[in-house]
Nanobody, 124 residues
Framework: QVQLVESGGGLVQAGGSLRLSCAAS????????MGWFRQAPGKEREFVAA????????YYADSVKGRFTISRDNTKNTVYLQMNSLKPEDTAVYYC?????????????????WGQGTQVTVSS
């Protein structure tokens, strides 16, 4: 069982930056693939980024490629999402996700665990 707690959300102007953090409980964090998703008002939850258990592989949605960076620190049981050049359309609740599968595509589609989410609002 893994519990995920996101932090770092807030209000930022367009063009600004935010860094989200996701703290995970459990001794097996380092073996889990991790991901970030987001859900904007009136829209379905969508995949944003994923990272393998080692950090050696990362994947991004086309809409954030080149602007967002996912990373992890297994010594701190934490995964990060650095968001730069933010746009109003990035406004959403951002969710952290985890999955024990070694196939990172699983965390990008059907992760086993979810956090509660953190709100990111980008003003124009």
């Amino acid at each position: 069982q893994v519990q995920l707690v996101e932090s770092g959300g807030g209000l930022v102007q367009a063009g600004g930056s935010l860094r989200l953090s996701c703290a995970a409980s459990g001794r097996t964090f380092s073996s889990y693939a991790m991901g970030w998703f987001r859900q904007a008002p009136g829209k379905e939850r969508e995949f944003v980024a994923a990272i393998s258990w080692s950090g050696g592989s990362t994947y991004y949605a086309d809409s954030v490629k080149g602007r967002f960076t996912i990373s992890r620190d297994n010594t701190k049981n934490t995964v990060y999402l650095q968001m730069n050049s933010l746009k109003p359309e990035d406004t959403a609740v951002y969710y952290c996700a985890a999955d024990p599968s070694t196939n990172t595509k699983v965390v990008a589609t059907t992760p086993s665990y979810w956090g509660q989410g953190t709100q990111v609002t980008v003003s124009s």
